[in-house]
């Protein structure tokens, strides 16, 4: 059977941007060469030719979700409160995603773009490279972590009477659970701080270090 005429125009992101609106409507389950191709209007075939197999279709939906993560960073900020947004945006980001097979892969390519802003960030505040690389995976993982909890969460069934945001046993509300995301992401930001051994040293020249003195051999 020959191709239709619109199968050889079609392109990866015609074939991302139908699998994106099939798991918006109906979930990660839904999406199918079959129903991506049939809401084309074309045979599977060119699908696996412009984008690989199912697997390969999810991931370019992780990506297409994860694009321009980041915001940029406003004149004057420090990484710390930068962080924050940060944090908050990569968050509702995450909860559109809402499927932990999108979001639970540590080496998605939107998550190391949305990490260079952030690394950047952190060095021009005096923080060492590697620290500062450290100090963003630090904050990614602990945010797409609780993303991928967070989409299980269920408000209690009867209150207890006043808590402290999550201290419900029952579970916990939507309000609580934004109030414990910047408590989490607080405390995270505050113990990256109180880590004096991330700073930068001062830059020397080649050969200009300072060599131990020689010990001391002669008699008191």
Same mark, same amino acid.
């Given at each position: 059977?020959?191709?239709?005429?619109?199968?050889? !125009?079609? #392109? +990866? !992101?015609?074939?991302?941007?139908?699998?994106?609106?099939?798991?918006?409507? &109906?979930?990660? #389950?839904?999406?199918?060469?079959?129903?991506?191709?049939?809401?084309?209007?074309? &045979?599977?075939?060119?699908?696996?030719?412009?984008?690989?197999?199912?697997?390969?279709?999810?991931? @370019?939906?992780?990506? $297409?979700?994860?694009?321009?993560?980041?915001?940029?960073?406003?004149?004057?900020?420090?990484?710390?409160?930068?962080?924050?947004?940060?944090?908050?945006?990569?968050?509702?980001?995450?909860?559109? +995603? $809402?499927?932990?097979?999108?979001?639970?892969?540590?080496?998605?390519?939107?998550?190391?773009? =949305?990490?260079?802003?952030?690394?950047? +960030?952190?060095?021009? #505040?005096?923080?060492?490279?590697? @620290?500062?690389?450290?100090?963003?995976?630090?904050?990614?993982?602990?945010?797409?972590?609780?993303?991928?909890?967070?989409?299980?969460?269920?408000?209690?069934?009867? $209150?207890?009477?006043?808590?402290?945001?999550?201290?419900?046993?029952? /579970?916990? #509300?939507? /309000?609580?659970?934004?109030?414990?995301? !910047?408590?989490?992401? $607080?405390?995270?930001?505050?113990?990256?701080? /109180?880590?004096?051994? =991330?700073?930068?040293?001062?830059? *020397?020249?080649?050969?200009? /270090?300072?060599?131990?003195?020689?010990? *001391?051999?002669?008699?008191?």
């Amino acid at each position: 059977m020959k191709p239709k005429p619109a199968e050889f !125009d079609l #392109d +990866a !992101d015609e074939i991302v941007t139908a699998a994106v609106e099939i798991f918006r409507e &109906s979930g990660l #389950d839904a999406v199918s060469m079959r129903r991506v191709s049939s809401r084309l209007g074309v &045979s599977p075939v060119p699908l696996y030719s412009r984008v690989g197999n199912k697997q390969a279709l999810i991931e @370019a939906i992780a990506d $297409r979700l994860l694009t321009d993560v980041a915001p940029a960073v406003n004149a004057g900020e420090g990484w710390a409160e930068y962080a924050v947004r940060w944090a908050r945006a990569l968050r509702a980001r995450l909860r559109l +995603a $809402r499927d932990s097979r999108l979001i639970v892969t540590p080496h998605r390519a939107g998550y190391v773009e =949305a990490s260079r802003p952030l690394v950047e +960030a952190m060095r021009r #505040d005096g923080m060492a490279a590697d @620290a500062a690389v450290q100090a963003c995976r630090l904050l990614m993982w602990a945010t797409v972590g609780f993303g991928a909890v967070e989409s299980g969460a269920r408000p209690p069934a009867r $209150r207890r009477g006043p808590t402290r945001p999550g201290g419900d046993p029952g /579970g916990v #509300d939507q /309000g609580e659970v934004d109030s414990l995301f !910047d408590l989490h992401i $607080r405390y995270l930001i505050e113990g990256i701080q /109180g880590d004096k051994t =991330a700073e930068r040293g001062p830059a *020397r020249a080649p050969g200009s /270090g300072a060599r131990p003195a020689p010990a *001391r051999t002669g008699r008191r």
